[in-house]
């Protein structure tokens, strides 16, 4: 069975307030819908699978793109859309956080009562992915988040978290039944990342002696697990810098928004009257949908579609964020009926964008991009999380100019 890819993530506390939550499932849910009815379910799990692709999407999503929360947040989006829809989608989201992390084994056992599976084997496949993470592979994170992805036909994805409270660091791990191999045969081609000295690994081939005798005492052979992983490792800073962003694709994103050929394009295959920065939220949503796994090295590019709820790289633009809801909407709902013009224009959009970047090589300047959006965000209606913060009455003179120097402090 193939571990997809480990991600580290720096612990972010912190909330997702409703106004965001509520748009995240929308917006989740329209990018989920496009990736299947494109290219199948097998498809979406294989993306979730990927933690550069996931965390590109909490990023589009409008999370903050570094963060330990986009697990938390995307899965529970996720969960939140797609379960009442399951029937429909043939896409069942089992799991979460916490105590719903213990309710993965009766959830999967109910949803394959109803749609045909085996549960019982479903339910020793998740119990066993959680229990490798945390217990057979000790790197010092314990596991606080298991969400299940499965299919009507059977195939299933894993995301899970875990917790150093120590290194302040969650790690995400991801699984995909569609490479299931064993689980014991020296599974790791590499891990990489930060030397943590040395640590028992119960699926090395070297520690066969060791797994016997586990399996002996828990009378228990598993016979499947992970292949290869890919180790993605997330900057400690929470600002978007220079460095974290590919600036030619970027680049080529802002352009196609003003190119006039592409306007007249829009126009004609998306039946939407969109303006530039719409035009440039919607092309990474469309990567996001149809771009290559090599696309998505660099997650925080795709911040710049909606912001992030903290303000970083800017405050998440709400007209921008519900205009592009809107139009994928529509585009679904008329793909639902046969008219599939719209969303195929998505597609096309995706290659714009590409055939730009191929052609002018452009690169945008980041620091300048960033600056500009938030001299906008105002006419944009951005909004950040600590606009919800009201601060508390001074009770000293003077305090009040503190508390609002402090606040603003924050926000940048």
């Known amino acids: 069975m193939k571990r997809s890819g480990v991600a580290d993530l720096p612990l972010h506390s912190g909330r997702v307030p409703q106004w965001l939550a509520t748009r995240m499932t929308t917006m989740g849910m329209a990018i989920v819908e496009s990736v299947v009815h494109h290219y199948g379910r097998g498809a979406l799990l294989t993306r979730l699978s990927d933690p550069f692709w996931f965390q590109a999407l909490g990023s589009v999503m409008g999370m903050d793109w570094h963060s330990s929360g986009i697990t938390t947040s995307v899965m529970g989006a996720l969960k939140s859309g797609l379960n009442p829809r399951a029937q429909e989608l043939g896409i069942h989201v089992c799991g979460g956080r916490g105590q719903h992390s213990r309710q993965t084994p009766d959830e999967l056992r109910r949803v394959a009562e109803r749609v045909g599976l085996d549960g019982d084997a479903l339910a020793r496949t998740s119990r066993l992915t959680a229990r490798i993470d945390n217990n057979a592979v000790d790197d010092g994170f314990q596991i606080y988040l298991h969400a299940f992805v499965l299919t009507a036909e059977g195939e299933w994805a894993v995301v899970q978290q875990g917790l150093n409270t120590d290194r302040r660091l969650a790690r995400r791990y991801h699984w995909h039944s569609a490479t299931v191999r064993d689980f ?78 592409l306007r007249d394009f829009a126009n004609f295959l998306l039946l939407e009257q969109l303006g530039p920065r719409t035009l440039q939220s919607l092309a990474l949503v469309a990567e996001v949908v149809h771009g290559a796994p090599t696309r998505f090295e660099d997650p925080a590019r795709f911040s710049f579609a909606h912001g992030g709820k903290d303000g970083h790289p800017f405050p998440v633009p709400l007209k921008v964020y519900d205009e592009s809801i809107a139009v994928l909407r529509r585009a679904l709902d008329a793909a639902r009926v046969g008219h599939a013009d719209k969303l195929q224009g998505f597609k096309r959009l995706d290659g714009f964008a590409r055939a730009i970047e191929a052609r002018a090589h452009p690169h945008a300047d980041v620091d300048q991009v960033i600056a500009h959006e938030r001299i906008e965000s105002p006419t944009l209606g951005g909004r950040t999380v600590f606009d919800d913060i009201r601060p508390r009455a001074p009770r000293v003179p003077g305090e009040k100019r503190l508390l609002k120097g402090q606040l603003e402090l924050f926000r940048k």
């Open 184 to 261: 014991m045969a020296d599974p790791h081609a590499a891990i990489v990342g930060e030397s943590a000295g040395v640590i028992r690994n119960l699926v090395d081939g070297r520690a066969s002696a060791a797994r016997d005798a586990l399996l002996t005492i828990a009378r228990s052979d598993p016979s499947e697990v992970l292949a290869t992983v890919r180790r993605l490792e997330m900057p400690a800073h929470h600002d978007v810098r220079r460095q974290d962003v590919n600036e030619r694709r970027l680049g080529a994103v802002l352009a196609l928004a003003h190119e006039r050929d």
